[in-house]
């Protein structure tokens, strides 16, 4: 069988390619680390438990096995460690939202992923939580730079990873194959990210791109766990916490301001009691879609070509299991999920 072709390793690039080679698949990446990715910047929680109300994320009782078993291979194959298991807790704002999440608890079956827990006197001294609130389980945070660092060094030793632009115009259509710049493909997959949106091919999708930023900061307090109530915070060891995050839907570029900064920390100071000394900010351009479901599958027309995108901003939990969709796919020929496959677009092109 003729190699696939992988153009883009954050997050879905990096993913599948593990996946393809773990189907005895060959393969080779491109990639150009001077673009922009969401994948570099991202603050890399995963939560089954997400929104206003209260509710088990998409897919969560088949996602989230899953992604601590690849992500914790991944960590052995690599010999370097990203994931880490870390508890979320949410403080309740007032008496309201702690009977409104108590019930929700009940409502959407969540009692094997959060529950509702005293004031933590604990964090008292720098977390502002005399209601007590929402303990998450099953949570966490990937190290995504250090995930994606780790594997480049991986492929490269593997001898399938290039730097570079990929150039379109080099595509050579073919009926059982594709070529770029005249070696033959099984396929070219397009994990671009948000600059997927620039893609000839793949620029009719309905992405829904938002920008965020986060912040990193210091404090003498010593918290263990993820702080979420409105905008969050997490531990990274040795006194440094990352925070965010904004949403903006124009002025889609990786520039961080001074707004973005404002937002993050007048929304921490609404529960965290202890001053920070920020220490820095990052910006990137989520690769969203506007129905809320990531994109997979062929280009209508050119069948060689394919697209694994738009998982954006719960990249980290959505990525191993989608990829190992796709790459059965690709490799058994087994169907795509139904409600990611791009067949659901089709009429847009």
Known sequence: ??????????????????????NGASIEIINNPELPSSSKVAGGMFNPVTGKHLAKTWLV????????????????????????SVPIYRPFKNDQQKNQFTKAIEKHDLKDYCEVVEEQTTLSKGIDNPLGGILTKHSGRLDVKNFLKASEVHFSKLGILKEGQFEPDQIIHNTSSVAYKDKEYEKIIFCEGAMAQHNKYFNWLPFNPVKGETIDFKMELDIDRIINQGKWFMPLGNGQYKAGSTYVWHELDQIVTEKGKEIITEGLQQFLKTPIQ???????????????????GPHPEFRNLYIFNGLGTKGVSL?????????EHLILGKEIDQETTIARHYALY
């Open 1 to 22: 069988m003729r190699p696939f072709l992988i153009v883009g390793q954050g997050l879905a690039g990096t993913t599948l390619a593990f996946h393809l080679l773990k």
């Open 61 to 84: 009782d088949t996602l989230y096995p899953y992604l601590h078993s690849f992500y914790s291979e991944i960590e052995d194959l690599t010999n370097d460690r990203f994931l880490y």
């Open 278 to 296: 920020i220490t820095g900010q990052e910006a990137g351009v989520r690769p969203a879609t506007k129905d809320r479901r990531p994109f997979s």
């Open 319 to 327: 990525a191993p299991f989608l990829a190992k969709n796709l790459a």
